[in-house]
């Protein structure tokens, strides 16, 4: 790409980029351990930014600056580290590995026009890795693979490149080789390495746009350098081809010859796909480019509270220029597409305008001023107070939504509840705080079980939420056993009898009704019938009845589940003249409900889900396996759409779905995954509803 001379300036040391080509946002993704974080400061330090690289051991890292990260020892979150390189501004987004925090990869990836995915010289490529490519596929992200750690002792670079290959295709290529202790340019380098430099010219050369000239190569032409790094940049935009380059972090080796290749190579926002557009009514919205002078519309893709500066939001610019001071219209429309009970709960739609209240770029923890940011710049911005992951910025006189990305579900329930009843007030605060920092939180108040409950990716990610509620929010809660929704029914049908009959003074209590109960299908819901004949109870007190046997069914019969699915039959009762009431009508039905469940028994139900879990085809058989052993039905099985992954779908009871999540992940060695979907209630067998707890 060219640039324009003096794109990229510098205000109190922040590159500060004019126009978008002078930008190259690139997401630093690959799995746990492979050395993301360490490459970041390397990059850094060789770009001028540090002085010297911190340690992820010792937590001085720029990207990893949370409290969290420093006790977890692990990234956690999405962070940003710019740089500039030979006139361009490289934007670092830096994110977790862990499988458990992916919505900050995605947010990563929703940032950035190109990624950097690196494999560790001493793992190779694992599924986890596997896993990560797919999530970079899935949005067609331009991906270049970086080589790290190729100094450790069980280092196999060259190993690793075969696997790559195997794994992700044959457009990964070389651009850089590691010989001894010096760096091969493959394109301009003098080396002895020329079947690799052949495979590389020509891969670069079929993407061109020339058609000429494969044939002018093909002739022993000598294709001019700067061509191919054009043509280069092209391949890898459009996502064909994938460079690799080994860099070493400790000693800094290959980290200047990346830089070079992010400025030559990397596509700049101008190349990216722009998100879709609509209006907040979910109309189509106007076309979009990615230019300075067009209408404002930003996305928040990263939000974060600040002891001092309140809640800061990381925001990337698609369009327009963002300005301190502005006012701009603020749009969260996630229901449209997200669907469920989510977007009602943890994340309100809403739409509101709101001041700017800082501008700045930050660097890690620290915060620099900007004085304004482009269109396919990166920034953060103050004291938006409603403003959430997710969310659309844009102009106040045209408002403006983008297609949010798609966040994963989270799938592990975890129920809390708070250590002192003083901060059961401070608890909801913070977890909608939570909530409009994290998109893959799930915020649930179960009605039923009257529990509060964390919906998680994972144990690590859980332990992060309660972490943060606790240092940010001062709200300290234990996690205790989640409880299912269960319900009850009738075994059989039976009739009841209920007697209110009571006489202190005054006024008194009488109300006698009898009653048929059968219980109903699956899903039958409730039925009252009136047989009375002959005026036994009045007709003033024939809905006092029902009323009392559906308070009577919420509260349960016998084992305090609600019960469910009856057809109650009034047949009978007697009234007094004086002493009876609505109150005690409503209480002899209650009591008649309970005499007709201690003589038909009662049996509990329990929710199932519908499972599909996405795992390898070598594993189908201990998934199966596991899932018989819940109790599961399984239904089938059927291609992933992917060489080598298979679908299983079964029905499961929720009883043995409570740490699925969590315990899926650990028998399929991180490799598989999978979705659950309510779909009714079902008898628990005897044995099992013997061992559960009355609640």
């Not at 002085?51 to 937590?59: I, L, Q, V």
């Not at 896993?131 to 670079?157: N, Q, S, Y």
């Not at 992951?389 to 006189?397: E, G, N």
Request: charged share 25%; net charge negative; glycine share 10%.
């Amino acid at each position: 790409m060219s640039r324009e001379s003096g794109a990229v300036a510098s205000q109190a040391g922040v590159p500060v980029a004019s126009r978008p080509e002078a930008i190259r946002n690139v997401v630093v993704v690959g799995a746990a351990g492979a050395g993301k974080t360490t490459l970041v400061e390397r990059l850094l330090v060789v770009a001028g930014v540090l002085n010297r690289a911190g340690s992820t051991e010792d937590g001085t890292t720029v990207c990893d600056f949370e409290e969290v990260e420093h006790r977890h020892r692990r990234s956690v979150g999405l962070a940003l580290a710019p740089l500039a390189h030979d006139g361009v501004k490289i934007n670092l987004l830096d994110t977790p590995g862990y499988v458990d925090f992916v919505g900050e990869v995605r947010a990563g990836l929703r940032a950035a026009d190109c990624a950097l995915f690196v494999v560790a010289a001493n793992e190779g490529v694992d599924e986890p890795t596997r896993a990560l490519w797919r999530e970079c596929a899935d949005v067609a992200m331009p991906r270049v693979v970086v080589i790290t750690k190729v100094d450790h002792a069980r280092a196999d670079v060259d190993g690793v490149v075969d696997q790559a290959r195997a794994a992700f295709g044959e457009r990964v290529l070389p651009v850089h080789l590691r010989e001894g202790g010096r760096l091969v340019d493959l394109l301009t380098g003098d080396h002895g390495h020329e079947a690799q430099r052949a495979a590389l010219v020509e891969g670069i050369i079929e993407e061109s746009e020339d058609e000429t000239l494969m044939e002018r190569y093909v002739g022993g032409e000598e294709i001019d350098t700067g061509l191919l790094l054009h043509d280069l940049e092209l391949a890898v935009a459009r996502g064909s081809l994938h460079p690799v380059a080994p860099v070493d972090s400790p000693s800094g080796a290959g980290a200047r010859e990346l830089l070079d290749l992010m400025v030559s190579a990397f596509p700049s926002p101008l190349e990216h796909p722009l998100p879709k557009v609509w209006t907040p009514a979910g109309g189509p919205g106007p076309a979009i480019a990615c230019d300075p002078a067009g209408p404002l519309v930003a996305e928040v893709v990263k939000t974060t509270s600040d002891p001092y500066l309140g809640r800061v939001s990381l925001v990337r610019v698609f369009s327009g220029t963002v300005l301190p001071d502005a006012t701009v219209h603020v749009s969260g429309h996630r229901s449209g597409w997200a669907g469920g009970e989510d977007p009602a709960a943890s994340h309100p739609d809403h739409d509101e305008d709101e001041r700017i209240g800082s501008l700045s770029v930050p660097l890690g923890r620290t915060q620099r001023t900007a004085a304004a940011v482009v269109a396919g710049d990166l920034c953060a911005i103050g004291r938006l107070s409603r403003a959430e992951t997710t969310d659309t910025l844009s102009a106040v006189d045209t408002p403006l939504v983008l297609e949010p990305w798609q966040v994963p579900d989270p799938q592990l329930p975890v129920a809390i509840q708070v250590r002192t009843t003083s901060d059961e007030d401070k608890l909801g605060s913070g977890l909608q705080r939570l909530a409009a920092e994290d998109p893959t939180l799930r915020v649930e108040h179960h009605e039923e079980t009257h529990q509060v409950v964390l919906w998680t990716m994972g144990e690590a990610h859980a332990d992060v939420l309660l972490d943060r509620l606790a240092g940010r929010y001062g709200v300290d809660v234990d996690e205790v056993e989640l409880r299912v929704p269960l319900r009850a029914t009738f075994a059989r049908p039976a009739t009841g009898h209920g007697r209110h009959v009571k006489q202190s003074g005054g006024h008194g209590q009488y109300a006698v009704c009898s009653i048929e109960v059968e219980p109903l299908p699956q899903g039958g819901g409730f039925e009252f019938v009136d047989r009375v004949v002959g005026g036994a109870v009045p007709r003033q007190f024939i809905p006092s009845v029902e009323k009392g046997v559906r308070a009577q069914m919420a509260q349960g019969v016998a084992d305090g589940y609600p019960t469910v699915d009856l057809r109650v039959t009034l047949t009978d009762g007697k009234a007094h003249s004086v002493d009876s009431s609505d109150m005690a009508f409503q209480t002899a039905g209650g009591l008649a409900l309970r005499d007709a469940a201690t003589r038909a028994g009662t049996c509990l139900l329990e929710p199932v889900d519908e499972v599909e879990v996405r795992v390898s085809d070598a594993l189908v058989g201990t998934i199966m396996g596991d899932l018989s052993a819940r109790r599961g039905k399984v239904l089938g099985s059927e291609p992933a759409g992917e060489p080598g992954m298979v679908v299983i779908r079964a029905h499961v009871p929720q009883l043995e779905l409570r740490r699925y999540a969590a315990e899926l992940r650990s028998l399929a060695h991180g490799s598989a995954s999978f979705t659950r979907a309510f779909v009714g209630y079902e008898r628990v067998p005897e044995q099992v509803s013997a061992k559960l707890p009355v609640p």
